[in-house]
């Protein structure tokens, strides 16, 4: 009876956290087309492969272009739409997946 109950809450609990965050493969699925599937594009020849730069570095561009804050080759309207309906925790947590390529 215990243990029934038990494993029920453990497989809540399961179903809960994956509904409440993303996963990291959905936050990045749309990076991947500019950025290359583990942040290794020189993306136009111009923009460097994003898997270099580390977690913080990360977080403070994402953060910038969502306040349309940067503009370093001219499409920085173009990455504040990519970046625009992301959260706070989110943009955390992509930063962090970006980080450990
Ligand atoms: C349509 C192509 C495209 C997509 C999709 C895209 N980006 Fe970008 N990204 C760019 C371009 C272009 C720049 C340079 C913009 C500028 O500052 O002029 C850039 C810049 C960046 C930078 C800064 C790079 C540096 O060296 O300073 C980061 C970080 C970044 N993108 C992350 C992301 C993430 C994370 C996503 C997905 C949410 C994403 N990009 C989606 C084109 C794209």
Redesign the pocket.
């Given at each position: 009876m215990f243990s029934k109950s038990f494993s029920l809450l453990a497989l809540l609990g399961l179903l809960q956290s994956n509904l409440l965050s993303a996963s990291n493969e959905v936050?990045?699925n749309?990076?991947r087309?500019?950025?290359g599937e583990k942040g290794e594009v020189t993306?136009?020849g111009?923009?460097?492969p994003?898997k270099r730069?580390d977690k913080t570095a990360?977080a403070t561009?994402?953060q910038s272009?969502k306040k349309g804050e940067?503009?370093?080759?001219?499409?920085?309207k173009?990455?504040q739409a990519?970046?625009a309906n992301?959260s706070d925790a989110d943009i955390e947590q992509?930063s962090a997946y970006?980080a450990s390529f």
């Open positions: 936050l990045y749309s990076c087309f500019c950025h993306y136009l111009k923009v460097e994003i730069l990360l561009l994402l272009y940067i503009d370093q080759i001219g499409l920085g173009l990455m990519q970046i992301f992509l970006i």
